[in-house]
DNA sequence: GCAACATGGTTGCCATGGCAACCATGTTGC
DNA sequence: GCAACATGGTTGCCATGGCAACCATGTTGC
């Protein structure tokens, strides 16, 4: 049986399409970041991290921002660290609490890689997308994640 | 230095839209499978090889398919025979080759999961999509697909 | 002010995935 | 018909990620 069998055959298309494209606009953004010897999740703490004001934040609310799992994040900070991206100190408020911080190199770091990121995102992305074909995106995006969010 | 400088601020908001929704819309879809017992990996094999006929393929071939490295595939399906949703035998015209084949047990899995992943797909997604809305998606992702292939 | 509960992080276990090295079989050019 | 190259798969190594269990510190209700 076809799984896809109660869509019809434009919907088939698009889906397909939608998954290649979340497959392939993934590699090639990550194959970018490579170059600067980063990962997409290291990335993505780093840029986080580089927005924070002081260039850190409590783990707890760098999860949040970025949508992973507590344990994800500690495993990650660890190697981060072990790589020297990153910093970790107690909490001075909380006991239980552990702040991140940017290093000064991974500031560095952060320029280079953020730049190359973007112009990436540029290529791949939005060089792609007419200003009215941005909006419908808005939209259907919004929408997209209200529901998901709902469950 | 804020790695999104360059976006303007429409843009920005439609790129985090973007990540969010990769990120949320693949895990919605990944708790459903898993209520069939299956990761996403699992059901991209299985509705690959049930769209094939005779229900098997080349490892070679389903690999090419579902865009995967042939390691990849090679590993998974180890794991998967381990489950007993797939079988292997050598190809008859070719001495390297490895023939996938979808067991019976993993094709009444398939017509379970097939049919609820679907509804998943409807609810998460097309439902959220109006007819002209899907017009300008398939054309952008097209564009995005193309491009993400040149490299 | 203490028991019950909530929150913040870490660790272990297991599945996953990328990449390179490797091995075996096929194919090609001469 | 053999050397050089190409193709098909497997394995090893390492990083990654989800989930549950765990531990420590905070908070709440009484």
Not at 114 to 123: C, D, E, I, M, Y
Not at 125 to 133: A, G, R, T
Request: charged share 30%.
């Amino acid at each position: 049986m076809n799984p896809q069998a109660s869509l019809d055959e434009r919907e088939q298309r698009t889906w397909s399409a939608f998954v290649t494209m979340r497959r392939d606009l993934e590699a090639v953004l990550a194959r970018g970041l490579a170059e600067d010897g980063l990962s997409v999740s290291d990335f993505e703490v780093l840029a986080r991290l580089g927005q924070a004001p002081g260039g850190e934040l409590r783990a707890r609310d760098l999860a949040a921002a970025i949508g992973w799992d507590k344990a994800r994040l500690s495993k990650h900070v660890t190697r981060m660290a072990g790589r020297g991206l990153v910093s970790r100190r107690e909490a001075a408020d909380d006991g239980r609490g552990q702040v991140i911080a940017l290093t000064a190199e991974a500031a560095q770091v952060l320029v280079t890689a953020g730049a190359n990121h973007l112009a990436a995102v540029r290529r791949y992305f939005f060089d792609l997308i007419e200003p009215d074909e941005l909006d419908v995106l808005e939209q259907v995006l919004s929408r997209i994640n209200a529901r998901a969010a709902e469950g």
